[in-house]
């Protein structure tokens, strides 16, 4: 065997665990799931048989699906969106010699590091009626009548579950753009300004461009993520109220639990599992495109 | 040759003993923190002959009943403490072991109250031994109500006028609290709780399948009652979605005035003092009955079942007797404040004489069981059928259609 080869070998045996590890933990629950979505497999019927493509006609053609998936569009758009722009601004902000700045670097992580669990206990004790902390406060300041159940309320509870995913997930871009952010360097803003250009030109034309490979990094992770959330919602509203905060991910969820639907369940997590496939895949393309 | 034999058979004792593993009990109410939990795990642990894990399982109901679907079959948990609902869902999905050859010869059959044996079959076989049970009534403040000069309702009418009359004139106080949040097991039992005076049942299960027996007119009623409840001005508008949380505590903070719930909220009182004044100032009746119904209401009755694929059945059973004995049960009640099955614990001084456990047991005999159904899709679309209602997207009798629709739709599966 050569020294090349050697090398090769070693660097297979080093990843070999690793690798292992995925294919039980990743790969096999996958596969083991694409296969569940073609049968009728649940808690009452064990033995499951064959049923073909029929999970899947079942969810494409229920209105329900459609209605779920824009939801879930729309969650995705908007806390990916406020968390994007709220953390390019507090990372520009972290970037700035301000006095105490140290400081807010670490603090600003707690939300993220805070169980979801326990973020969404913290913030329905706050919204409950009567004495929770908002409620209590709208009271004190004389504007009881606009006191209510927060996430009872249909008007309010989707932008609050917006709201705690904002609020969880902000510092992480803050934290992953502030390190792009000082990578950027120094000179392409010295140039820049001696050829003239504005604060609002520098951003536009240096510090974004520049910021392109962390947020596409930060904006693939969490565009997964929430699309896959299901515990800020499920903890906080259970989907409801009528609905109005059910989520494609709540609904496997329901299917599998509720319902005890396995095979049913799996179509709907393959079917979210190749969208998000499809995405992940597109807008890696588009930015190395627009990079070459 | 002698040696040899007792060599052969010290190697084989000693790798009996090797390979022999503990048994398995999850037991929410040996996890979750509560007054009497360290009492409850010491009294468990010092009566027990078998050799059992001093892990007890999840201390949520849901999440052990989903490890336990995931695990089961290796055997472990041995012994699992359920509610109702999900005893069913288990039983239908074969993971239970029938006990009925068990409970033939156990001793102590006679001590329990047949209906709360009767609620734990399923398909002619009984898959729990029954640890505790309560029924849902009316708790109201005595105080409130005498000073008032009002008058404690007897039918839903009057519910809705008293709950509506203290609402708009008790400053800081509602008349009535309903959970209707999505998925909240208490909704559920909220809702049985009024249409059990309507129809003891809600399902018949036959040879042939599971059939739908509510009527569109029954379901109507009880979800005009939630309407009137809430466009009447009984329950604020604002408290629509709420949870557990805000009801029993609610109540027992002093904001409402009325409240239908089951003996536990008696643990509040360990919490501060003021919760133990308000529950010392509440008076426990019978839930207002409608004007063309009977007694009724909601009944819980929680089991011990078995792991159908538990190593040792017959081990697996000496751990459901500890854990449902007469000493158990009767620490394990009176500390939760809750009742117990048993007739010789419910006989005890500290019970008999306990004016909050006796107000509770008065009611026993208008219990309800739940049909021996899987009741997980009829739970969520009773929900939802009361949020179209509450947030005004149907009508009662819209939502009612909607409702007995989904109920038939799904009844084969159930």
Redesign the interface.
């Known amino acids: 065997m050569t020294r090349e080869k050697k090398r090769a070998f070693m660097g297979y045996l080093v990843v070999l665990p690793a690798l292992l590890l995925f294919a039980l933990l990743m790969f096999y629950p996958s596969v083991q799931a694409f296969f569940d979505s073609f049968t009728n497999y649940s808690l009452y019927n064990q033995v499951p048989g064959f049923i073909g493509t029929d999970n899947y006609e079942v969810l494409l053609t229920d209105p329900d699906f459609w209605e779920l998936f824009g939801r879930t569009l729309v969650l995705v758009g908007l806390a990916v969106g406020l968390q994007y722009v709220l953390g390019v601004t507090l990372a520009l902000l972290l970037n700035e010699n301000l006095k105490g700045m140290r400081w807010v670097r670490y603090i600003i992580m707690i939300p993220w590091v805070i169980p979801v669990v326990s973020t969404v206990v913290m913030y329905d004790w706050m919204v409950l009626p009567d004495y929770g902390l908002i409620n209590m406060l709208l009271k004190n300041i004389g504007l009881g009548h606009l006191t209510r159940y927060w996430f009872g309320d249909p008007a309010f509870a989707f932008p609050l579950i917006v709201t705690m995913h904002v609020w969880r997930n902000m510092p992480f871009y803050a934290i992953t753009l502030f390190a792009g952010l000082k990578s950027i360097p120094k000179g392409f803003y010295e140039a820049a300004e001696i050829d003239g250009a504005n604060a609002w030109q520098r951003f536009f034309h240096i510090t974004l461009p520049q910021l392109k490979y962390p947020s596409m990094i930060v904006i693939v992770l969490h565009v997964l993520w929430t699309f896959n959330n299901f515990d800020f919602i499920y903890l906080s509203t259970g989907g409801g109220p009528v609905g109005s905060t059910e989520v494609l991910a709540t609904k496997v969820y329901e299917t599998a639990w509720s319902y005890f639907e396995y095979g049913k369940a799996s179509a709907l997590g393959i079917l979210m599992m190749a969208l998000m496939l499809v995405f992940s895949l597109a807008y890696v393309k588009l930015v190395r495109s627009d990079q070459a | 040759m002698k040696r040899s034999v007792i060599v052969v058979l010290l190697v084989v004792v000693l790798s009996l003993f090797a390979f022999s593993k503990p048994l398995t009990l999850w037991h929410t109410q040996m996890v979750v923190e509560w007054a009497g939990r360290a009492d409850v795990v010491e009294l468990f642990e010092s009566s027990t002959d078998q050799d059992v894990e001093e892990d007890y399982g999840p201390a949520l109901y ?1 999440e052990a009943l ?1 490890k336990f ?1 995931i695990q089961s079959k290796t055997g472990n948990p041995d012994v699992i403490e359920l509610v109702l609902e999900q005893m069913f ?1 288990l039983a ?3 993971l239970l072991l029938p006990l009925d050859e068990y409970w033939d010869d156990y001793e102590d059959k006679d001590q329990y109250y047949q209906n709360a044996v009767d609620a734990l079959t399923f398909n002619g076989k009984l898959y729990g031994v029954p640890y505790n049970t309560n029924v849902r009534l009316l708790l109201y403040r005595k105080s409130v109500f005498e000073e008032n000069d009002l008058e404690v309702p007897g039918n839903w009418e009057e519910l809705i006028n008293t709950a509506a009359y203290i609402t708009k004139n008790i400053d800081g106080m509602q008349g009535f609290m309903f959970t ?5 097991v208490r909704a559920f039992q909220e809702f049985l709780s009024f249409y059990f005076q309507l129809n003891k049942h809600m399902f018949e299960v036959a040879d042939d399948g599971v059939k739908v027996v509510a009527k569109k007119e029954q379901l109507e009623q009880v979800l005009d009652l939630y309407y009137r409840m809430f466009f009447d001005g009984g329950i ?7 949870d557990w ?2 009801l029993d ?2 109540y027992t ?1 002093g ?1 409402y005035a009325m409240v239908t719930v089951g003996p536990w909220i008696w643990g509040h009182r360990y919490e501060e003092e003021s919760r133990g004044d308000v529950l010392d100032d509440t008076g426990i009746v019978a839930i207002p009955v409608a004007e063309n119904g009977t007694p009724g209401t909601y009944m819980e009755v929680k089991p011990i079942s078995v792991n159908r694929f538990t190593d040792d059945k017959d081990k697996a059973f000496e751990i459901v007797k500890d854990v449902t004995s007469k000493e158990f049960q009767f620490l394990m009640d009176s500390q939760a404040g809750v009742l117990s099955p048993r007739k010789d614990v419910m006989n005890m001084p500290e019970m008999r004489d306990n004016w909050w456990l006796s107000g509770f047991a008065e009611y026993m005999d208008t219990g309800v069981a739940l049909d021996p159904v ?1 009741w ?2 009829p739970q ?1 679309l009773i ?2 059928a009361i ?2 209602v509450i ?1 005004k ?1 149907d009508t009662p009798e819209e939502a009612a259609e909607w409702l007995l629709n989904n109920l038939k739709r799904v009844a084969k ?1 159930l």
């Open positions: 849901r989903q679907i869902t239908k999905g074969n209707t949040k999505t998925r909240e604020s508008l604002n408290e629509r979605g709420a949380k805000a505590y609610g903070s904001n899987s997980e899709q969520n929900i939802e949020q179209k947030y997207q599966s």
